[in-house]
RNA sequence: GGAGAGGUGGCAGAGUGGUCGAAUGCACUGGUCUUGAAAACCAGCGGUCCUUUAUCGGUCCCGUGGGUUCGAAUCCCACCCUCUCCGCCA
């Protein structure tokens, strides 16, 4: 959620900068309301606070024994305008409500304008795509060739958008795991964490999935409860409701969880393989933080997410997303893009965000501040640390020798049994 | 799933209809004292929103949401959560 004293006092600005996400705010919608709030709450509260005195003197004079019968008269009175005009209130405060929080928020001023991912700024080219002396194939046939892949037996006991991978495949599938874990954990300094898939409509509306994305979720209705689409969610709402110390901050987590999405409105878009799929698993990097040094830690977190990939000689680059392409509660995104020579092109496989205060006043996630002495919000960040199935993807396909086998990145070996090459 | 107990400030813990946003203790912050520290003593110490340049002032918050009442932490209803015992179970 914005700022709720920008949006009044200032909601022209406001307005020009979400037109970088090419979206319009109504302006005079939310001002006339606006208007109306102020006249309801002050006098709600001016009312409030007469009945209070009042009903406080109808104590004083019954423990005199004195007659208190026409203040109780009085009272009543007001009583019955404050109900009115309470429920006024509530009427144009739960409008408001309702267009606060599907607005997005604000993009970062250094975010490109544009409104497909042809605008995305690319910020930097890490090695280059190896020259194969084949046509490589794509994961799919690469994984079905090998047996260790299936696809027909997901749909069988699932549906579409999931898979089944067995012995070296699975097992890659799962040293990747350990290998991002460990490297965030030993050379990153984060904390492993390890918690719930299922979630509250109040962690949903904290990290911004809800109200505004509910189609996008996969649901529990009998328990009011979401299963995660990424471990942001779990993670993040560590703090909601909290006032963190000084001396606590930064929290750096890192969290290995599935992830379970719908892809309502991605029909047709990636069906084949394992790009995009219902449940997947990620590794995902969040950090709490003291709002100046938030665009660092951006920084810092975009490295870190690097590293996995360097680590594991993948080609890649890094783009800044532009406004039309920024999601929801974010003010400024790098998504790093893995080259898949299949595609012949770079595929997303990380994106590391900063939601600056957006999230955290969405949770009421706050620190002190030893300055002010005073609970200040904190600033969310997170990166995914990366998609595991992505990443699975990018080794197959830029792994892939001429015989179909896969060989295993070096720094993977020690996970996999010391082996260098998947084959049937 | 069955039976019981309970949810109050950072923590512990009083408070069962009126001056209670809430005693007291601990923790914390500042001060006195001390060569320094500890102890002792003194003072301060929740959050929210509105109004305001700011102060001042006011509202709301005792698990959550309703209700009763002139007035609710306190009474009523529903829900959520925690703990103990029993059952079941990875």
């Known amino acids: 959620m914005l700022d709720p004293q920008l949006l009044r006092n200032d909601i022209k600005q406001v307005s020009r900068a979400l037109s970088k996400r090419d979206m319009k705010l109504d302006v005079d919608v939310i001002q006339k309301l606006e208007e109306k709030r102020k006249i309801f709450q002050i006098e709600t509260e001016e009312l409030q606070a007469l009945r209070n005195s009042k009903s406080k003197l109808i104590g004083q004079l019954m423990s005199k024994d004195e007659d208190a019968q026409a203040t109780i008269d009085e009272v009543t009175k007001i009583k019955i305008s ?81 898979v089944v ?125 003291k709002p100046e040094t938030s665009y660092a830690v951006l920084e810092e977190l975009v490295s870190h997410a690097e590293d996995i990939l360097q680590k594991l000689e993948l080609p890649y680059r890094v783009v800044t997303l532009c406004g039309g392409e920024l999601g929801f509660s974010a003010a400024k995104t790098y998504d790093i893009e893995v080259w898949l020579p299949s595609q012949n092109k770079y595929r997303e496989i990380s994106s590391c965000s900063n939601f600056e205060d957006f999230q955290a006043r969405r949770m009421k996630a706050r620190w002190r501040n030893p300055e002010t002495n005073k609970p200040e919000l904190l600033h969310t960040l997170n990166g995914s640390g990366l998609a595991v199935g992505r990443t699975l993807i990018a080794i197959m396909e830029n792994y892939q020798n001429k015989d179909g086998s896969i060989t295993i990145p070096n720094i993977l070996r020690p996970y996999m049994g010391h082996k260098s090459v998947i084959s049937s």
């Open 165 to 289: 991978m067995h012995r070296g495949i699975a097992k890659l599938h799962r040293a990747i795991i350990q290998f991002m874990l460990d490297t965030h954990i030993n050379e990153h300094d984060y904390d492993e964490i390890n918690v719930p898939y299922l979630v509250n409509v109040d962690s949903c509306i904290g990290t911004g999935q809800l109200p505004k994305f509910e189609e996008d979720l996969f649901q529990i209705k009998e328990h009011s409860l979401y299963l995660i689409p990424t471990a942001e969610v779990p993670v993040t709402n560590i703090v909601r409701d909290e006032i963190i110390n000084n001396d606590q901050l930064p929290k750096k987590f890192v969290c290995h969880s599935p992830c379970f999405r719908s892809e309502a409105g991605s029909y047709g878009k990636d069906t084949r393989g394992m790009i995009r799929q219902h449940q997947f698993e990620k590794v995902e990097m969040v950090q709490l933080v």
């Open 82 to 162: 404050l109900d009115e005009i309470v429920s006024e209130l509530n009427v144009v405060q739960s409008n408001l409500n309702d267009i606060y929080f599907r607005i997005p928020n604000i993009p970062h001023e250094s975010v490109p304008r544009g409104k497909t991912e042809e605008d995305n700024e690319e910020v930097k080219i890490w090695s280059t795509p190896k020259s194969y002396d084949f046509v490589p194939k794509d994961h799919v046939d690469l994984g079905e060739a090998l047996g260790l892949i299936d696809f027909d037996a997901a749909t069988k006991i699932s549906s579409t958008r999931f």
